[in-house]
């Protein structure tokens, strides 16, 4: 005799709140991952004092803090475009790695942060794999009309 429960549909309500926290969950951890990279590309692109010791310790010149602070203020903005979010966590994610490798190696600094930030913008950008898979059909489809002119 077997102890198998009937297989039975999911509640209609059961499905939608499902499809809602799947919806919800990548755009609530886009904000934040925004809310932290914009002040730090802030700091870094006004020359906060902090930040300009930092990129003097790293020792590769202050045009790599400036470029770091540009690429976190447009990673943040693109974070919260629909079209962009998938891309921009891509973005994030090697920024992080990066940073990680800098905090290790040059800066002596523990890396929990840059590898949390890391993690963060991995799990969106797998998340939003469908938009990055659009966007680079869409590019590649440009590159070549572009290439044929």
Known sequence: MSHTQPVTAASPAR????????????????VIL???????????VTSDPAMVEMFATIGAGQ???????????VAAIGLLLPRLCGPAALGVAALMAGATITNVF??????WLPIGLLMVSALIAWARRTEIKALSRYTGRAALAGSNA
């Not at 040059?106 to 890396?111: I, K, N």
């Open 106 to 111: 040059l800066l002596a600094a523990p890396p």
């Open 34 to 44: 925004a809310v932290q990279l914009a002040p730090a590309g802030i700091l870094k």
């Open 15 to 30: 499905t939608r709140m499902r499809a809602h926290v799947r919806t919800a969950a990548p755009w609530v951890a886009q």
């Open 63 to 73: 045009w790599l803090r400036y470029t770091v602070g540009v690429l976190e203020i």
